[in-house]
């Protein structure tokens, strides 16, 4: 009897220990698989939020995408064709027609004299309103001034020149100072007609005569980062110099419209004088004589192309587009703030003989205030952008320089008397256009013994106003996905 009740006892302990142990259990299987289902159903969540924002994100990028090809169509219309300012709402379907997304545009259109466009796409998931996505991208037409230096005809940088930006030359280059950006050539070979050339016949496009010298084609171009630090390519697309014609035209009709237009200069008077200012107006003189060469003799020109005497005919605000357009010679010098200007010494129609075309011409120093974009000074001269003889012997040009016709450099003045053949050092921050062979020094030692080439980087995003372009389609330049 006694033995029985142990036993129950021992069987009712048992079971109670069963019963927990299966409560314990059973609590941590409970815990398990609710800790499962929420990681399957936090990942579910995840997945959708996941395909939901790459849809977004497509549909941004959908976005950028159309309008680029809107502006294909319609370079000037910046209001999606609706006109008038706001946002632009846009559907976005797949293949069979069904809405999977929709991208809302902001435009903002290129300021006076610009092709710069910034366009601002906000893209969602149909099945997810609320995680936008949004791509901001700046398109523009590239213009010249994309590089520090570009030319049509063969050209020669010697030893001492130091450019900072991209180069690209028609013909072939010759250069042996030390670039930091790459330079390009539109032929694969040519003849450097230099007469202390290190190759002649066969050069490659983009060759230097620094030791050890290139070898000429076919052999293999070493890479020479001492010379090319970026590198260099040949066998690239050229530039129209003889289209500029066009956009010159157009530069004097805006002037004409509502910039400042000047005829030529008038009987007695060899050309105009412009001193810019930083209170945003300009003196304009007329320059009655050039100044006397003196002891100096020179080549190609029988000028000294510095101001003898002048007149001044006032003072002037600049023009609200930027553009001054004189038909004659232009000496330009001084100083902005804040300011965007396009200074162009052009004869339209164009003249029959090379004789007449006009240039610029620079003697004192053309500076910025700002060199962050916010000042910008181009000049075009229809034959040449040059500095004349009085020129300063520690000179500084701030803008962008195109030489049409002829070429941007320094007239060649000799003399074993002449004062001022020898110069110092030129140093120029924008970027150098020219025809012909470009050159502020000469092999006899003449000209300026430094010369500095900058390229300031903002003309990529925001050339002079009106500024001749390279291509007529709308290019990438920026693109990135913002908050």
Request: glycine share 10%.
């Amino acid at each position: 009897m006694i033995e029985e009740k142990i036993h129950l006892n021992k069987i009712k302990r048992n079971r109670g220990v069963i019963i927990v142990q299966t409560i314990v259990f059973s609590a941590l299987m409970v815990i398990v698989i609710g800790a499962l289902a929420g990681w399957a159903a936090t990942t579910l969540k995840a997945g959708r939020e996941t395909f939901n924002r790459e849809q977004a994100f497509q549909s941004a990028e959908a976005g950028i995408d159309y309008y680029r090809w809107h502006l294909a169509h319609a370079p000037n219309d910046y209001q999606d064709g609706t006109g008038v300012t706001g946002s632009y709402l846009h559907s976005l379907k797949d293949r069979n027609g069904n809405i999977v997304g929709q991208f809302s545009l902001d435009i903002t259109a290129p300021t006076l004299g610009s092709t710069l466009v910034k366009i601002k796409s906000t893209g969602t998931s149909s099945l997810d309103a609320l995680l936008p996505r949004k791509i901001e991208s700046y398109v523009a037409k590239p213009s010249i001034a994309k590089y520090a230096v570009t030319g049509n005809n063969a050209m020669r940088f010697g030893t001492g020149t130091e450019i900072f930006g991209p180069i690209h030359i028609n013909g072939g280059i010759r250069f042996d100072g030390l670039a930091h950006n790459i330079i390009t050539s539109g032929t694969t070979t040519y003849t450097d007609t230099d007469g202390d050339a290190c190759t002649g016949s066969n050069s490659y496009g983009v060759h230097t005569c620094r030791t050890p010298a290139d070898p000429i084609s076919p052999a293999a171009l070493p890479s020479r980062p001492d010379v090319f630090e970026a590198g260099r390519l040949i066998s690239q697309p050229t530039i129209d110099f003889s289209g500029f014609t066009t956009d010159l035209a157009t530069l004097k009709t805006n002037a004409i419209a509502s910039g400042f237009y000047r005829d030529v200069a008038g009987s007695g008077f060899s050309g105009y004088h412009l001193v810019l200012k930083t209170n945003d107006t300009f003196d304009l003189y007329k320059i009655n004589s050039w100044a006397s060469l003196g002891n100096c003799s020179t080549s190609g020109t029988s000028y000294s192309w510095s101001i003898g005497s002048q007149t001044l005919q006032g003072n002037y605000p600049f023009p609200t587009n930027g553009i001054i357009f004189l038909e004659d010679h232009v000496v330009v010098d001084g100083q902005i703030n804040g300011a965007r200007l396009t200074i162009a010494a052009v004869d339209l129609p164009v003249p029959s003989s090379p004789a007449n075309y006009k240039s610029i011409i620079i003697n004192n120093d053309i500076s910025y205030t700002n060199y962050d974009g916010s000042d910008s000074i181009g000049l075009i001269g229809q034959d040449g952008v040059m500095v004349g003889m009085i020129s300063e012997d520690n000179l500084k040009i701030d803008a962008a320089l195109i030489a049409q016709n002829n070429r941007v450099g320094r007239f060649y003045y000799s003399g074993s008397s002449c004062t001022y053949k020898n110069r110092s050092v030129l140093s120029l921050y924008g970027m150098i256009a020219s025809y012909s062979r470009y050159g502020f020094a000469y092999t006899d030692g003449t000209g300026y013994t430094i010369r500095s080439i900058t390229y300031d980087a903002n003309l990529l995003y925001a050339p002079p106003p009106d500024f001749p372009i390279t291509s007529s389609q709308y290019q990438i330049l920026s693109w990135q996905e913002v908050k």
